[in-house]
């Protein structure tokens, strides 16, 4: 019996607001997996999980909002303000995403899967590590992306401007891009490219 090939690995990163959740839901109606850092990070944060525990017994019952359920708010206010306590949380959530994304890949089955990590740049700069294949990286005009965030609500807005000022910009995550997506139009724009890449990517993997 022929072993199992593993897929290959594709990054999808891009800034706030910039259309990655969009995206990535394309590529998986085309068949390929997909595992989202956001989704992970959020499952981690929810009450009773291991990343909820470890940052209540950290920072104390004071980062919980009324409910007992973690401050979102409080914690990227924390993150952006403060260098050393960023640091703390990173060092908390980052293995524990990295571990479960890991895990989920075992159920991979299409020729490459997709990655969603917002933070990429921030976290690997300009190196890669051996077993990403490709970077695709997307990119949205800032006032559309601010614009999402005011239709969200206040709240989204604020945070929006503590991520901005703490994210890579456009030129420094076009460095890594082995693929770049424009989405400042439609739908049918941002599945035409997903759709062209995509095809690109098959292509190469059937004739390997």
């Not at 800034?15 to 595992?35: D, M, P, Q, R, Y």
């Not at 006032?143 to 206040?154: G, K, T, W």
């Amino acid at each position: 019996m022929s072993k199992k090939l593993k897929p290959r690995i594709v990054v999808l990163t891009g800034g706030i607001g910039s259309g990655k959740s969009k995206a990535e839901s394309l590529f998986k109606s085309l068949g390929i997996f997909t595992i989202d850092a956001d989704e992970v990070s959020n499952k981690l944060l929810q009450k009773g999980e291991v990343g909820y525990k470890r940052i209540v017994h950290r920072f104390g019952k004071d980062i919980l909002n009324e409910s007992g359920d973690l401050d979102r708010l409080k914690i990227r206010e924390l993150i952006f303000t403060n260098t050393k306590k960023k640091v703390e949380i990173e060092s908390i959530l980052h293995p524990e995403i990295q571990k479960t994304m890991e895990k989920d890949l075992v159920k991979a089955t299409s020729p490459y899967c997709i990655k969603t990590i917002p933070l990429w740049y921030e976290l690997h700069g300009l190196e890669r590590p051996e077993q990403i294949w490709k970077i695709i990286v997307i990119e949205t005009p800032f006032l559309v992306r601010r614009e999402r965030a005011i239709r969200r609500s206040l709240k989204d807005l604020k945070t929006f401007d503590l991520i901005i000022r703490n994210q890579a910009n456009d030129e420094q995550r076009r460095q890594i891009a082995d693929n770049l997506i424009i989405n400042d139009s439609n739908i049918e724009s941002l599945d035409s490219q997903v759709k062209k890449i995509h095809e690109e990517y098959t292509i190469y993997l059937s004739n390997e």
